[in-house]
């Protein structure tokens, strides 16, 4: 008797969504609330009730899908991260082929995603000032994005002769210098045009593989 009531408990739906679906609607409304809340007053300054007030919802709910407000902050970088690698590669087989074209149309849609500043804080900011948590959290998720980097990389310039620890470390710097100044642009409010920063990182992109490729000898 007891396992077939909560089977239809389980089962039942309210406004046509199940609890399972009025779960994950409530965790969605936490993780949008959180994007705005840490990209504002930081990972240090958000609270459970202010996250709460943020997401229209209880402190019930809160904890029914986070511990505390490091793990909501976690899932909010992780589907940041996922959400911008999607997008990015959907892209990039409608990109240009040569050098320059897909330099520019790469930097492109980066830093039109870091006009967002709660994006620019949540994934270059804050995820640096957290606990051991989230930085090692933000450390796995700068090894995909050298790692995919470097594969884009190695597959538009199969010809380059270097090794995989070269190129992991060419894919390092270019990520970290796009970071840099995305936050920096930011910081002083978008004043600089977009057009400029992608010209800038065009230019360290192709001055590298250029570079690269002049040279006869092996790297190691």
């Known amino acids: 008797m007891t396992s077939t009531s909560n089977k239809k408990s389980s089962s039942r739906t309210y406004g046509g969504l199940s609890e399972s679906e009025r779960v994950d609607e409530r965790r969605e409304?936490?993780?949008e609330a959180g994007l705005e809340v840490?990209?504002?007053v930081g990972l240090r300054g958000a609270t459970v009730r202010v996250l709460?007030?943020?997401a229209g919802l209880t402190e019930r709910y809160f904890y029914e899908s986070f511990t505390d407000t490091e793990a909501l902050f976690c899932a909010v970088y992780e589907r940041e991260n996922?959400?911008?690698r999607e997008v990015f590669m959907e892209k990039v087989p409608h990109m240009p082929q040569d050098l320059e074209g897909r330099s520019r149309a790469s930097l492109d849609v980066y830093f039109t995603a870091m006009r967002n500043e709660r994006l620019v804080?949540?994934?270059h900011i804050e995820s640096m000032a957290g606990s051991e948590r989230v930085t090692s959290l933000h450390h796995y998720h700068t090894r995909i994005s050298t790692e995919m980097s470097a594969m884009l990389i190695r597959l538009d310039h199969p010809d380059l002769n270097v090794t995989d620890e070269f190129l992991?470390?060419?894919a390092m710097a270019i990520n970290g210098a796009s970071a840099a100044m995305a936050v920096q642009w930011m910081l002083g409010d978008y004043s600089i045009p977009q057009d400029i920063l992608v010209e800038v990182c065009s230019v360290m992109v192709k001055g590298a593989i250029q570079e690269l490729r002049s040279r006869s000898a092996p790297i190691v």
């Open 29 to 31: 409304r936490f993780l």
């Open 38 to 40: 840490f990209g504002t």
């Open 52 to 54: 709460c007030k943020a």
């Open 82 to 84: 996922n959400r911008w």
């Open 121 to 123: 804080r949540v994934l």
């Open 168 to 170: 992991h470390s060419l």
